[in-house]
């Protein structure tokens, strides 16, 4: 059969659902409801409103931590993480190389320097071993990013910081319910800090908005009163205790938040299940490495990823993901252009003015600099082996069926 990219008839010639509307959403009544009785109310700012405070309660309970902090964004989630540990300018983050750009803002914009340490070949996430390379005695955080969906080896991770002072923060923006090894509880509740995002594209969402959860109180007062500009409202007082920013929720968000909180294990079971079809029915193909069935009720499927072997499967992820594009699938090579390192905010250390403050030494630990080949093995995740599918809860059989045969066809033309 010709391929699509050659000239032939795609398997698909039409859209699948997608994130960036409702066919791929799961918005309905009850959500607009919801912001009708905020507007209704005519609060719609959390500080006089009642959405915004249920919200974090109800979060907190979904994940059985102590505290939930409600914010504008995963960024903004992952920045009030990072301003609770509060770093002194030029002590070190470290970060994956393969993640939003958002996990890193939050490092700089507390002054902080990301240190990029390397991935696993096959999950692209942080390990014990790679973080514990890029340690050093300026280390105070680590931020674990569960990729796609797929959780990292957290235990490990906060064996290795917990004895040394090094705070976990848990980048979940992809990753609600997912189980990392070593337990039954969720991500986000293993590390210090779990940090949310409930932006358009992620398992639930009210446009934008975030969440962070912490079982230690302290860490939540001060990320609480960091999103409202350092306020302690709770005492009464007009006063501002340390640096902060307005972050806060607004009730029409955190309305429509809650009932999207209730939707959560239904679109978290359905897009396990569209992975178990396609690992199903994609196991045999050559050169094709899919999520173990063992791992999928671990995964939470934000994506679903597949790892080429070049030299087996015929073709690298560039031209593999071509190729399925062509026949109509939602696909996209390596993820990111780029590992996270090699943008210019970094390459080019712009992050405040023209002064590379702070990656320059003082207050750096030594002068920070990104180059290409500083971690090999996402780099040739981005560059050579990853595929990343949608995956989403609005699939249909048909929509699973028509994948499967994509990649069927573009595998047999390569393997051949
Ligand atoms: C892993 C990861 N971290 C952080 C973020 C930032 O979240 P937001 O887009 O809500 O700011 C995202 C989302 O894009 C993400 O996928």
Not at 199 to 207: D, M, R, Y
Not at 238 to 243: E, I, P, S, V
Not at 292 to 304: D, G, K, Y
Not at 363 to 372: C, D, I
Request: hydrophobic share 45%; with cysteine; net charge negative.
């Amino acid at each position: 059969m010709t391929l699509a990219l050659d000239g032939g008839t795609p398997v698909r010639d039409t859209p699948f659902p997608t994130v960036s509307d409702a066919s791929g959403r799961t918005f309905g009544a009850a959500e607009a409801a919801a912001a009708a009785r905020v507007v209704a109310s005519g609060a719609l700012w959390r500080v006089t409103g009642t959405e915004v405070d249920a919200l974090e309660r109800e979060f907190a309970d979904y994940l059985g931590v102590g505290h939930a902090v409600a914010s504008t964004s995963g960024t903004a989630a992952l920045h009030l993480a990072v301003a609770a540990i509060d770093p002194e300018p030029g002590d070190e983050v470290i970060v994956p190389p393969i993640t939003d750009f958002g996990t890193v803002i939050a490092v700089l914009a507390c002054n902080a320097v990301p240190v990029f340490a390397d991935v696993d070949p096959v999950t692209g996430c942080l390990t014990a071993e790679t973080v514990a390379a890029a340690l050093s005695e300026r280390t105070r955080a680590v931020i674990p990013v569960h990729l796609f969906g797929g959780p990292a080896p957290i235990d490990e991770i906060v064996a290795l910081c917990r004895p040394r002072g090094i705070a976990v923060i848990e980048d979940c923006a992809q990753a609600y319910l997912t189980v990392p090894d070593g337990g039954s509880t969720w991500a986000g509740t293993r590390g210090d800090i779990g940090c949310f995002s409930l932006q358009q594209s992620k398992h639930i969402s009210a446009g934008d908005g975030g969440l962070t959860v912490t079982g230690d109180p302290a860490l939540a007062r001060r990320m609480r009163l960091f999103a409202d500009k350092g306020w302690p409202r709770d005492t009464g007082e007009r006063t501002h205790l340390f640096y902060g920013l307005n972050y806060r929720m607004t009730e029409l968000v955190g309305a429509v938040a809650r009932v999207q909180l209730t939707r959560l294990a239904d679109v978290v079971a359905a897009r396990r299940s569209v992975a178990r079809r396609l690992v199903d029915d994609l196991a045999d193909l050559p050169g094709l490495r899919l999520p173990e069935p063992a791992e999928i009720e671990r995964h939470s499927f934000w994506l679903f990823p597949m790892l080429l072997d070049p030299a087996v499967a015929g073709a690298d992820n560039e031209r593999f993901g071509a190729a399925l594009a062509a026949e109509g699938i939602p696909v996209t090579a390596g993820y990111l252009d780029r590992p996270v390192y090699l943008n210019p905010a970094l390459t080019e250390r712009h992050a405040f003015g023209t002064s590379n403050f702070p990656f320059t030494s003082p207050p750096a630990r030594a002068e920070m600099r990104y180059a290409a080949g500083d971690c090999p093995v996402a780099e040739d995740l981005i560059d050579r082996t990853l595929l990343v599918l949608q995956c989403n809860e609005r699939f249909t059989e048909r929509d699973v069926a028509d994948i499967v045969e994509a990649v069927r066809k573009v595998s047999k033309h390569h393997a051949r």
